[in-house]
């Protein structure tokens, strides 16, 4: 047997085995998850109950190095039940800024940090003490210090604590993490956090993905996902069509309500477009990459407009619908 990952698997009653017991584990959580959910427990109380027996959780091939008992289980309930644990409280909850700032006016941040500090020293003697970190103590210290950022602090001196606590606790919670994804994820965001980096963006290499490898068709679908529908007058309704020389589709795009509806080679019998532009798809690709800029194109590009008059206004009506597409993430300049 040649797993997706480590070395193949020789000998027929080992392959049973370790398949068997995979299996099995898969089994055991899903239905004791399942369990759980008909005696209306909330997720987090699921995951604190459900734990593999022994015969299985000692298993080589089932150690949670790769995902984790606990995001299964909450795999489980949320492709069941959703994301609501039937909490009223959670159904229209603040967001976590929301939560922090509005807690900060009752626990004072330097209250927090100081707690914060508390429980990571707590799991920092046990290490010494036992080997172990105290996930609990670890886990409460990196909320209350994220919480202590959320809620922005006023001063310089609260604002390095709660970070210096926050980067301490993701590294320690890292440390304390069998799950490689899940412990890389742990020290991504402290590395993240001590290069002032907010968030990680391969914009060039998903620039030269979506240039050079994506079909016609997956380049054309990409704009209903990047629909800037708050930037989207929900009172004006658009239609355009693309017709590619090139391969001799079009693609045609009609925006009702701020959603954006595609069909490729429709009927254009009888129909009414804003605009209609014709060229090559590679044209079209590079105009959206950034790699030719649409208001520097003069008459004699290969690309004809037809619809709102002038080849100026027409110009600007395709630069218009250029705007609505979020290019943030391959666009150098977007």
């Not at 941040?109 to 046990?126: F, G, P, V, W």
């Not at 310089?156 to 604590?161: D, Q, T």
């Not at 030269?208 to 380049?219: K, L, P, Q, T």
């Amino acid at each position: 047997m040649v797993p997706s990952h480590t070395l193949p698997v020789l000998g027929k009653e080992n392959v049973f085995n370790i398949l068997t017991s995979y299996r099995d584990a898969v089994k055991y959580v899903y239905d004791q998850t399942f369990r759980y959910m008909n005696l209306f427990y909330e997720p987090d109380e699921i995951v604190d109950k459900v734990r593999l027996p022994q015969s299985l959780a000692k298993h080589p091939y089932l150690l949670e190095f790769y995902g984790s008992l606990d995001w299964s289980v909450r795999s489980v309930y949320n492709g069941h039940l959703g994301w609501f644990d039937a909490d009223p409280a959670n159904l229209n909850p603040l967001t976590k800024k929301q939560r922090a700032k509005t807690l900060s006016f009752i626990i004072t941040i330097a209250t927090m940090l100081e707690e914060a500090r508390k429980n990571l020293d707590l799991s920092k003697e046990n290490l010494r003490s036992t080997g172990f970190h105290l996930n609990n103590e670890l886990q409460w210290a990196l909320e209350l210090s994220k919480m202590a950022l959320d809620a922005n602090p006023s001063t310089a001196n609260e604002l390095e604590n709660a970070t210096l606590i926050y980067r301490e606790a993701l590294r320690a919670r890292a440390s304390s993490t069998l799950s490689a994804v899940g412990r890389n994820y742990y020290l991504t965001c402290a590395t993240e956090s001590e290069r002032g980096i907010a968030r990680i963006s391969p914009s060039k290499i998903q620039r030269n993905i979506f240039r050079e490898i994506r079909s016609e068709v997956g380049f054309m679908m990409e704009y209903p996902l990047r629909f800037k529908a708050d930037f989207c007058d929900d009172k004006q309704p658009m239609s355009f069509l693309f017709t590619f020389t090139d391969s001799g589709n079009v693609y045609k795009y009609t925006i009702r309500n701020c959603v954006v509806d595609l069909e490729i080679n429709p009927n254009q019998q009888g129909s009414y477009f804003d605009l209609k532009a014709t060229m090559k798809f590679a044209l079209w690709r590079d105009i959206v990459v950034g790699d030719t800029y649409i208001l520097s194109l003069d008459d004699k590009a290969e690309m004809k407009l037809e619809g709102q008059g002038s080849r100026w206004k027409n110009v600007l009506y395709l630069h218009k619908i250029l705007q609505l597409m979020d290019r943030s993430g391959f666009l150098n300049n977007a």
